[in-house]
C-alpha cells in the first residue's frame, strides 16, 4: 500500500487514465491530476485537480514544483483516432515527457510510470512479444514511444528515480473513438449495419481500458522497473471477438450486423501478442474486469449512445 | 556533385563539424554553417555563417526560415569529454534535434543528415555490428542518440524528407580533449611521461576526424537513407594503437611513455566494431587519410601544443 504518497496523473481526463484514480486511491495514495482544462462533474471529486500545458516547459516545471510528487503516472499524449500513428505531435509529446521527467526528478519525484506501446516493438512474426525484444517501431507513435522509453530509462539511473513502462496491447471501452474497431463492431451488430473489416484471423490480446489503468496503478504501487507488456495473456481474433459481440447483441435485441471480414488488407502481423510473465508473475497481477465483462459493458455504454454517434 | 544545393552545418565549429566544411565546398555545395558564438579567423572564410542557440526553438526556426538550406548535416550535441556520457544535456540535445528536424522540413528542406554513434547498439559480444543490429543503448547519451535515430527517421518518411545517419565509432584528432584515449596515449610517449590504462586488448576502429568528417561530406551528398555505420573497416588494438605512436615518437625524438595496461577495467565489449559495407559499397567511400597518417598529424599537433595542455 502506497499510503500517504503523493501521485500526479497527467491525461487524467483521457480515454484511459480517466479510469486510474479510483484504483490509484484504492492502493492508498493521494491522488493528484493534471489537464489543460478546467474539470468539473463527477471526475471533479475524483482527484486534487491541476491545470496545466505540458506542451509549455514552463508551466510543467511550475506544476511540478507546486505539487511535488513522490510518483508520477504519465499518460497524457497525442491520441487522436486515425491521426496519431503519423502526427508531427509525437515529436512534442516525446519533448514534452522528457522535460516533465526532468521537472519530477528536480522537485524531488521517486518513482515513474509511462505508458508505452505495442507499437515500440520490431513487428515480425513471432509468438509472443518479450519487454526484451528489439525496438524497431514501423510507425512515428512507435518510434516516439520508443524514444521516451529508451532516454526516460537512461536518464531515470542517472537522476536516481524509478522508471517503469507499462507496454499496452490492445484496449477498449466507452468514450473511444466510433471508428476503433471494437466500437465499429458493436455498433454494426447493435444497428445492424455493413462494416468493412480486415482479413479478421489476426490474434489480439484486448482488455478493458478499466483493466488496463489497474494494472498500471499496480505498476505504481511497486518497485517493478523497466518495460511492463499489458495484457489479459488470452489471444482473440477479430472474427472471434465479433462473434462474441454479435452473441451479446443478438441474446437481448435480437440482430446481427454484416461484417465483410476481408474487404480490405491489415498490415500488422498475424499475431500480436504480449508475454504477460513480468505483469502476472513479477507484479501478480490479475485484471479485475475479462474480456468479456467489458464487451458486456461497452455494448450497454454504445446502446446508451443511441445510432447516431 | 550538389552544385547549388545550399547546405547548412550545425555543430560547425566543433572537434568534427569544423572539418566537414572543405569536403562539403569540394563536393559542390554552397556551404552555411551554424555556431552560438560569433566565427572568426580562418574558419569565417570557410563558409557563410549565422549565429543561432539550437537550444531555443524559436531561434532555430528563424534562422532555417532565413537559410532555408535544402541539405542539414547536423553536429551539434552536447560533448564534453567525460561528462556527456550521462548528462542531462542529453535530453536537451534530443528535444533540440526534434525541433530542428521539424524547422528544416517546414523550411523547404530536402535531406538531412545527423550524426549518431555505436553507443546507439546493444553492447554484446558479435565480430561486426550492421546497422539493422538491435538498438539498446547502455548510457543516456547511446539512448538519446538512438532516440533522435528512431523518431528522426520515422518523422522524416511522414514529412517526406530523406534522412540519413551516420553513426561514429572512434574517431581522434587535433582539438580532442586530452584526457581521450589517442592523446593521452600521444602526450605520455611524447613527454615520457606514466599512463595508468586499461588492459588494451580491446578492438576499436578509429578514423581521424577528418576522415569521419569527409565521410559525412559524402552521405551528404548521396541519396543513401537510414544509417550507416562510419569506420575505416580495420580493427586495431589499444596496445597496438600504443605500438604506433610509440615507434613514431621513438622515430623523432628517441623516447616513449610507460603505458600501464591492466591498470583498470575497461566496462566496453572486447570488439565495437563496425561493418562498413554501406559505406564503402553502397557509397562507394574510402578514407582520405589512413590511421597512420592521421596518427602522424595528432603527434605533430599534440606536440606544437607544448607539455602543458
Redesign the interface.
Known amino acids: 500500500m502506497a499510503t500517504g504518497e503523493r501521485i500526479l496523473v497527467t491525461g487524467a481526463t483521457g480515454f484511459l487514465g480517466r479510469h486510474a484514480l479510483a484504483p490509484l486511491r484504492r492502493q492508498g495514495f493521494e491522488v493528484h491530476a493534471l489537464s489543460s482544462r478546467p474539470v468539473t462533474g463527477q471526475a471533479a471529486t475524483e482527484a486534487v485537480w491541476h491545470q496545466a500545458d505540458l506542451l509549455d516547459a514552463g508551466q510543467t516545471q511550475a506544476v511540478l514544483e507546486s505539487i511535488r510528487p513522490t510518483h508520477l503516472l504519465h499518460f497524457a499524449w497525442y491520441a487522436e483516432h486515425g491521426r496519431f500513428w ?3 505531435f ?2 512534442d509529446w ?2 514534452a515527457t ?2 516533465l ?2 521537472a519530477f526528478a528536480a522537485a524531488g519525484g521517486k518513482r515513474f510510470v509511462g505508458a508505452g506501446s505495442c507499437a515500440e516493438y520490431a513487428w515480425v512474426e513471432k509468438e509472443l512479444y518479450d519487454e526484451q525484444d ?4 514501423s ?2 507513435y ?3 514511444k ?3 522509453f ?2 526516460g ?3 531515470a ?3 536516481k528515480i524509478e522508471f517503469a513502462w507499462g507496454r499496452i496491447f490492445h484496449l477498449f471501452g466507452p468514450y473511444e473513438a466510433p471508428g476503433r474497431i471494437i466500437p465499429a463492431l458493436i455498433r454494426a451488430h447493435l444497428w445492424s449495419e455493413a462494416l468493412d473489416c480486415s482479413q479478421g484471423t489476426q490474434l489480439r490480446d484486448f482488455l478493458p481500458a478499466a483493466a488496463i489503468a489497474d494494472a498500471f496503478a499496480h505498476i505504481c504501487d511497486s518497485g517493478v522497473q523497466g518495460a511492463v507488456n499489458i495484457g489479459s495473456g488470452e489471444a482473440v481474433t477479430l472474427r472471434g471477438l465479433s462473434e462474441i459481440i454479435a452473441g451479446k447483441v443478438a441474446a437481448t435485441i435480437g440482430r446481427r450486423g454484416d461484417i465483410r471480414f476481408g474487404a480490405f488488407h491489415d498490415a500488422g502481423p498475424a499475431k500480436l501478442l504480449p508475454s504477460v510473465q513480468r505483469l502476472t508473475q513479477e507484479l501478480g497481477w490479475r485484471t479485475p474486469i475479462t474480456l468479456d465483462e467489458g464487451l458486456t459493458e461497452a455494448i450497454a455504454w454504445w446502446k446508451s449512445q443511441g445510432k447516431q454517434t
Open positions: 503519423n502526427s508531427p509525437n515529436l516525446l519533448s522528457l522535460s521527467l526532468k528489439p525496438l524497431r517501431p510507425s512515428l512507435g518510434a516516439a520508443a524514444s521516451a529508451l532516454t530509462a537512461a536518464y539511473q542517472t537522476a
